[in-house]
């Protein structure tokens, strides 16, 4: 299953409400899709699971949505600490496991 | 609290292999797969494999068949990966990555912890 992002690139302001988009090639059952966060020289950090379910200790203004082929991740105010690059992946499949190709959030 | 720690970052020759491990800390190591994860610079996540600690069953991702051998040892809660025959192509950042607590038991492949990743450069 191929995983497609979009945007590559956010540029945004603090307050502002950001989405990002993760499609899928193929349908994803049972919404399993994550989104992760990982800053510059850092691993990544679980965000969601199983499309909107929040990782425990991740702040509420993450949240996620979706099914099937079509997925988002909403931060509803951006804050100066979510400035850093976010992942889709699928585990419907980990046959291979696929990563989605990253969205950058800038400042703007 | 969880933690898997990595080995330190290494520079190898193309045709050299390179082991890389990962102990982890902080919770019952058989009971979660651990999978590795690479990224090349300035670019995005590719998965690599998992691997069960419990059993060592594995899967590999059908672009690294023949080059890859996931491992562990489970007397010193370690997982290793070995890369044979490296490329330039291989210059990455590697990371290991623990199961998700509401996935053990389970084919749910999604990470809820990571090592802190090792840089593998590969130049002549």
């Known amino acids: 299953i191929q995983m497609t992002q979009s945007p590559s690139t956010l540029s945004a302001s603090v307050g502002d409400r950001v989405t990002i988009t993760c499609r899928a090639s193929?349908?994803?059952?049972?919404?399993?899709l994550a989104w992760y966060q990982q800053k510059p020289g850092k691993a990544p950090s679980l965000l969601l699971y199983?499309?909107?379910t929040l990782e425990s200790g991740v702040p509420s203004r993450f949240s996620g949505s979706g099914s099937g082929t079509e997925f988002t991740l909403t931060i509803s105010s951006l804050q100066p600490d979510d400035f850093a690059t976010y992942y889709c992946?699928?585990?419907?499949?980990?046959?291979?496991?696929?990563f989605g190709g990253g969205t950058k959030v800038d400042i703007k | 609290e969880v933690h898997l720690v990595q080995s330190g970052a290494e520079v190898k020759k193309p045709g050299e292999s390179l082991k890389i491990s990962c102990k982890a800390s902080?919770?019952?190591?058989?009971?979660?797969?651990i999978g590795w994860v690479r990224q090349m610079p300035a670019k995005g996540l590719e998965w690599m494999g998992i691997?069960?600690?419990?059993?060592?069953?594995?899967r590999y991702s059908a672009s690294l068949q023949g080059q890859i051998t996931m491992s562990v040892d489970k007397s010193i809660n370690t997982a290793y990966l070995q890369l044979n025959n490296l490329k330039a192509s291989d210059t990455a950042v590697y990371y290991c990555?623990?199961?998700?607590?509401?996935?053990?038991?389970?084919?749910?492949?999604?990470?809820?912890?990571w090592g802190q990743g090792t840089l593998v450069t590969v130049s002549s």
């Open positions: 691997i069960n600690p419990a059993d060592s069953d594995f």
């Open positions: 902080g919770y019952t190591f058989t009971n979660s797969w």
């Open positions: 199983k499309a909107s």
């Open positions: 992946q699928q585990y419907n499949s980990y046959s291979p496991l696929t």
């Open positions: 990555a623990r199961q998700h607590d509401s996935a053990s038991g389970a084919y749910l492949f999604y990470f809820g912890a």
């Open positions: 193929h349908t994803i059952t049972n919404n399993w």
